[in-house]
């Protein structure tokens, strides 16, 4: 069972940045890849940024790449995404999870079983 907490989120100015956390407790985080998502209002939660359980591997979105960077800190059970040059379509509820089985590296996210509450981000143009 793994608890996540996100954090960070705020009222930003386009071209600004942002970096998210999300605090893990619970067992065997450092074994599960993390993925952060998003929703804005009347649109579906989508796929953000991926990384791999020891952090070798990661996958953004092609809205994203570039500008937002996902990283972790196993040693502290957390994981980060760092938002740069952020735009007003960037606004969203963002999550962080992590998915049902141990070492999984995926973009889906029906495979994420463990949700944080989500942080908003909103960037103003």
């Known amino acids: 069972q793994v608890q996540l907490v996100e954090s960070g989120g705020r009222l930003v100015q386009a071209g600004g940045s942002l970096r998210l956390s999300c605090a893990a407790s619970?067992?065997?985080?450092?074994?599960?890849?993390m993925g952060w998502f998003r929703q804005a209002p009347g649109k579906e939660r989508e796929f953000v940024a991926v990384?791999?359980?020891?952090?070798?591997?990661?996958y953004y979105a092609d809205s994203v790449k570039g500008r937002f960077t996902i990283s972790r800190d196993n040693a502290k059970n957390t994981g980060y995404l760092q938002m740069n040059s952020l735009k007003p379509e960037d606004t969203a509820v963002y999550y962080c999870?992590?998915?049902?089985?141990?070492?999984?590296?995926?973009?889906?996210?029906?495979?994420?079983?463990?949700w944080g509450q989500g942080t908003q981000v909103t960037v103003s143009s």
């Open positions: 990384i791999s359980w020891n952090g070798g591997n990661t």
């Open positions: 999870a992590a998915p049902f089985t141990f070492f999984r590296f995926t973009v889906i996210p029906g495979d994420f079983r463990y």
């Open positions: 619970g067992r065997n985080f450092s074994s599960y890849a």
